[in-house]
């Protein structure tokens, strides 16, 4: 009984480069995505890191330009 026509070498390797290729597709698509998250978490530390400084500044009955001017005139001396 035959199965059916048999795929040629060629045939083969044409199906093995559409997978390889959908592969690299969802790869890069996944790459995407995760390069957004990756700067998304990074601008949620920065926003974390700007509140723990506007903790200390307030507890410190400080302002921004207080701490301008207490940065600027550390780094002049």
């Not at 903790?55 to 410190?60: A, F, G, N, P």
């Amino acid at each position: 009984m035959p199965r059916g026509v048999r795929k040629t070498a060629l045939e083969k390797l044409q199906e093995e480069l559409m997978e390889v290729q959908e592969s690299i597709k969802q790869y890069k698509e996944s790459l995407v995505t995760l390069d957004e998250k990756e700067k998304e978490i990074q601008d949620k530390i920065k926003l974390e890191q700007f509140k723990e400084v506007s903790s200390i500044l307030d507890e410190h009955e400080m302002s921004i330009m207080d701490l301008k001017e207490l940065l600027i005139s550390s780094k002049a001396d």
